[in-house]
């Protein structure tokens, strides 16, 4: 079955039938997909099949994975459910990124990270296969650094780093070199005096 599944801000998760969105004409004012408190609002959200894997990266470089059809449906109008009745986190540990892959359609091979301190990695995906309901190290994070992004490759993508003090680099992901599950990553962007706030995979092309 197709779904949705949306992640805000204060870690309220929920899914909902892709079907609950239908398509409108341009100039339509859409429909409300999701309540939320006033100070929250949806941070990710990801369209994928309730038997793919949905895998979490926290702030705190971990990583944990659930079926599509673990997250719990909820109607249109609610906030959802908690993230951490769902996943062991703990104290000041948040979800910073979502991926999903389905075992049967797959063009993914490797999984980028990108830390507030500039940092890049990249690992074979399939080292994220067994993954235990308490987590697992995803990347080894240095002092007082975060991981703010993950997004899957199919080895040909480029990357694209943006700074909070404008600045923003972009190149092909082989330059940067495969590395192990636990391993820190190499420079991926010159910051100075200043932190990564953004991070995507691009596809060769795309502006």
Do not use: C, W
């Not at 995979?201 to 795309?206: E, S």
């Amino acid at each position: 079955e197709d779904i949705i599944v949306t992640l805000t801000n204060k870690g309220y998760i929920k899914r909902l039938k892709a079907d609950t969105y239908k398509t409108q004409n341009r100039g339509g004012v859409g429909i409300k997909g999701m309540s939320t408190n006033e100070e929250d609002f949806v941070e990710q959200l990801i369209s994928m099949k309730t038997h793919d894997y949905i895998l979490f990266f926290t702030n705190k470089g971990r990583i944990y994975r659930l079926k599509g059809y673990e997250i719990p449906e909820f109607s249109r109008q609610s906030k959802g459910l908690p993230i951490i009745n769902l996943l062991p986190l703990e104290k000041d540990e948040n979800v910073s990124s979502i991926v999903s892959y389905s075992d049967e359609e797959n063009d993914y091979k490797y999984l980028v990270f990108v830390t507030r301190k500039g940092l890049v990695k990249r690992t074979n995906l399939s080292e994220f296969d067994n993954i235990r309901k308490s987590g697992k190290i995803a990347i080894s994070l240095k002092d007082e650094d975060e991981l703010i992004y993950v997004g899957a490759t199919t080895g040909n993508d480029e990357i694209a780093i943006g700074a909070n003090n404008g600045r923003m680099v972009r190149f092909t992901e082989d330059e940067v070199r495969v590395m192990g599950r636990t391993a820190s990553g190499v420079k991926g962007i010159e910051l100075e005096d200043s932190i990564v706030i953004g991070a995507e995979v691009i596809k060769p092309g795309q502006l």
